[in-house]
């Protein structure tokens, strides 16, 4: 039987709210609740009238802890619970194969999937950067190199428009502030969202204003700078960062914003479900046995794991078990420390990393993580910075493949899993390459020139460098 432990604690934004925080208030009793089971109990799931914008196939919000349902809108939070909200579906009755016919021949973009997406079916149609059907690479040298007998595989990812994963939640988002009426796009960021935003906003025509930590590297400084919009650095930490936002909402100051991470973020996170499309579609509608993803919120984890589901549910690709590995940086690693302590409950932590875009230390989807790594028979685990550079020089060095520091992690923590058995060399697997290495020059700043010669051919025979 299962020990009693305390239940997760409830998410008030992208940051969630910490160990010893808030958990569940008894809708009976007024009293605060422990356990996941009397949540379930005392929830009961109240009709939503039909939705009042188009959304494509998305029905309501839900509850991820009691289920409660709520009409669209920009929430994020259950009333009931406090748990995190999501988007419910109503997919209609396609038949599988027709489904894929229609995928098939859609357009080179996330929005191939459209009609399993929070998102109107003209989307493609609308003023977007049209990220995703980014390449599948096979992996062989790197593959060899790790042990694998069986075919590895990165999905590249930093091929999208502003160069990391950020494109594709935030081109979901920004059809939920059209729909909400939202003028002004707004975020917390580790980096990668404030380009991703800026950059979106300005195709589109909003206007933004994005908050990140002041001292991130100059790459995503200046690439979320660039496109126009308000770009704001704020003296702390990540956690800081979210913890303003969240306030900022309540706040007559950020009236009318849809901040894509926080009160956008039910739609924010479903962009991330198109990875796990892609990687089956891309296999020939079928799914990878292992799969290794970085963690920052761990929103694309988890969605990439809703993902995966849909696909079984719907008939796209047969069922078969699939293992699901978190990757995270040791400076920054409470989900990784909670599932090697064997916790639910995430300890928040203060991050020292160069993995800056993963420098959550008080990830808002970490219990769920562990759930899913836990129900998959995966594993979260995680590499010390030096970790990082040398698995950003090995993908390099065997794939073509430059990667921010987050690939790295990612990267590292695949070498990890090998070697320590947790990852079987023998069944196929993908990692995920969330971000592009031109934002990070810093991480890997000793790379570079190998020699430096006068233009004569002594000069280059000297060097060492001939053929003969
Ligand atoms: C944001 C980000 C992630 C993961 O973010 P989640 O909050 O876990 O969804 C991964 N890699 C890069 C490069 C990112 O910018
Ligand atoms: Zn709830």
Redesign the pocket.
Known sequence: MKSRQPSRSAVTG?GGTGANSVLWRDRVTGKMRREASAIMATATPVPVSAPTVDLGPAAALSCRECGTRFPLGPSFACLECFGPLEIAYDFGSAEAEELRKQIESGPASIWRYAPLLPVPADVASKPNLNPGWTPLVKADNLGRELGFTAQLHIKD?SGNPTH???DR?VACAIEAARAFNFTTLSCS?????AGAVGAAAARAGFKSCVFIPHDLEQGKVVMAGIYGGELVGIEGNYDDVNRFCSELIGDPAGEGWGFV?VNLRPYY?EG?KTLAYEICEQLGWRLPEQIV???????????IDKGLQELIKLGLVEDRPYKIFGAQAEGCSPVSAAFKAGHDVIRPVKPDTIAK??A?GN???GPYVLDIARRTGGAVEDVTDAEVVAAIKLLARTEGIFA????G??VGVLKKLVETGQLDPAKETVA?N??DGLKTLDAVADAGLTATIRPTLDSFRAAGLASA
């Not at 960021?189 to 969202?193: D, E, K, R």
């Not at 993803?293 to 969605?303: C, E, N, R, V």
């Not at 921010?404 to 690939?407: F, H, I, L, N, P």
Request: avoid cysteine; charge should be negative; proline fraction near 8%.
């Open positions: 992208p990812d990391s994963f950020k939640v960021s580790t980096g990668n969202l991470n996170g991330s993803i970085p963690i920052a919120s761990g929103s694309q984890l988890t969605k875009s993963l959550i990830p808002a989807d921010e520091t987050a690939g992690v990612t995920i969330t971000g």
